[in-house]
């Protein structure tokens, strides 16, 4: 059942991408190229995909990266679409972080030593930003973009020799992810809820960004995170939490995880003044059972009926990112890339992709029993 609605999925995924390509030999090359991603492949480069998909070199597979005409930014609209029709929920959770790519050299698009969550040390590497897209049905990536450090957006000659555009410039992570969300927003992707860890969550001018879009959003943050109290002061995240007390804490649910549900003790404190209506603001803490010293907090905005549980299930909704980082590294060669340039890399990480999300969302309609339905291209 489940590989009789892969394949269908894949016919189906394929004729709504079709359009995007000029020319046949494109669109035959990519559809090769991601079923070469998810099959068995030690190494899923362009050797190896070439010859599963009985090419005598790689030249065809690269050319498809580099230079052939077809709408890679298209393709990724069609793979959020794609995953917002699968899978889509009212309730869903957009998700976003980033993940490192280790590379050796100077020449990839956008490479340095900076910090990588996924070596969890300063490596010299690149940095993706990505939007995920999570409901009770499924999860996938939805969306991405390549970090160009300003060491790079300085260098335009370094630019250019990485077929970096030349209105590229610096753009910081969180502002890229405003940018990701933006497209979501337009294209009227369903969902209630964002999530994302305290690199993008203490960012302030990116909490303004959302309350302004009305978007509901449980936020990591800093324990010295300043926050606007309801006195109309000013405090520190932990000051706030330590004046907590003890029956203000609730041992809830994050959701289930690797080795089980994740319980912890949650309590939270009512921030900001003058609510709009139906809307509240709170800094959020969660507390682990077996260590009352390790606190984290979020700060969050939604409709004013939100409780504790609400609140910590959308916090708990962030590992899901981080699990799709890791299917689409395992299963769809998300990091098994050997290409520098800019567009190369746009192209392999959107095919990786829509990769990912034919996988997913193939599970999500053998889950449902539902026919496949193929009249929309």
């Avoid at 010299?124 to 409901?135: D, R, T």
């Avoid at 940018?179 to 992707?189: F, H, S, Y």
């Avoid at 302004?212 to 000051?239: I, K, P, S, Y």
């Avoid at 089980?260 to 682990?288: E, F, K, N, T």
Wanted: hydrophobic content about 40%; glycine content about 8%; charged content about 25%.
């Amino acid at each position: 059942m489940v590989m009789d609605s892969v394949a269908t999925e894949l016919d189906w995924l394929h004729t709504r991408i079709s359009g995007r390509f000029t020319r046949s030999e494109p669109r035959a090359r990519a559809r090769e190229y991601v079923t070469g991603l998810i099959a068995g492949l030690e190494r899923k480069n362009g050797w190896t995909l070439a010859e599963a998909a009985g090419e005598v070199g790689p030249d065809g597979m690269q050319r498809l990266l580099r230079r052939a005409d077809w709408d890679v930014d298209g393709v990724r609209d069609d793979v959020r679409d794609y995953a917002a029709a699968r899978l889509g929920d009212r309730d869903a959770v957009l998700i976003a972080d980033d993940t490192g790519f280790l590379k050796k050299g100077l020449r990839s698009a956008g490479v340095q030593r900076q910090y990588s969550g996924t070596a969890g040390w300063t490596e010299n590497c690149q940095i993706g930003v990505f939007l995920a897209y999570a409901s009770r049905h499924g999860h996938a990536l939805v969306d991405r973009e390549l970090y160009l450090p300003e060491s790079w957006a300085d260098d335009r000659e370094r630019c250019r020799a990485a077929g970096i555009p030349d209105e590229v410039g610096f753009t910081t992570k969180p502002r890229l992810v405003m940018g990701m969300l933006e497209r979501a927003l337009d294209a009227g992707v369903p969902f209630r809820w964002f999530t994302s860890d305290e690199a993008y969550g203490q960012v302030k001018y990116l909490r303004f960004w959302l309350e302004q879009r009305d978007v509901f959003h449980v936020l990591a943050t800093r324990r010295n995170d300043t926050l606007v109290t309801t006195g109309m002061g000013q405090a520190r995240a932990d000051h706030l939490v330590a004046t907590l007390p003890a029956r203000a804490w609730q041992r809830v649910s994050a959701g289930a995880g690797a080795h089980g549900p994740r319980d912890y003790d949650w309590a939270r404190v009512p921030i900001r003044i003058g609510w709009a209506p139906g809307r509240g603001h709170w800094l959020l803490a969660r507390r682990s059972i077996t260590d009352p010293t390790e606190i984290a907090y979020y700060v969050c905005f939604g409709p004013r009926r939100s409780t504790i549980a609400d609140l910590a299930w959308i916090a708990g909704s962030r590992w899901r990112i981080e699990e799709c980082f890791q299917q689409a590294k395992n299963e769809a060669g998300l990091d098994q890339y050997q290409v520098r340039s800019w567009r190369a890399w746009y192209a392999h990480i959107t095919l990786s992709m829509l990769a990912h999300a034919w996988l997913a969302c193939s599970k999500a309609v053998a889950a449902k029993g539902e026919p496949v339905i193929v009249n929309k291209a």
